[in-house]
């Protein structure tokens, strides 16, 4: 987690296979998967739910290394009225 700037970045990477780089430009696709029991909307779903909030989800990864998945989000300025610090950290 770090502050760029004007926005806040998020970074989460695993250690796994990885992805492979041709099926990488469509991960965020609905419906696609490389899942014999996957729906493919888990990674569409994120990718919307970022976009809505003015933010953008991407992906990297090696074929053998793992992934990392980076969500880049618009920094607040202040703190809005209605969050009460004492609730905050749940």
Do not use: Q, W, Y
């Amino acid at each position: 987690l770090c502050r760029d700037g004007s926005r806040i970045k998020l970074a989460v990477c695993d250690s796994g296979k990885g992805i492979e780089p041709n099926l990488l430009p469509r991960i965020f696709e609905p419906f696609f998967t490389t899942k014999a029991g996957g729906l493919g909307v888990g990674l569409s779903i994120a990718a919307s739910i970022v976009k809505a909030h003015r933010g953008e989800l991407k992906a990297n990864s090696s074929a053998g290394r793992g992934a990392t998945f980076e969500i880049s989000l618009p920094a607040m300025r202040e703190k809005p009225a209605h969050i009460d610090e004492t609730n905050a950290r749940a």
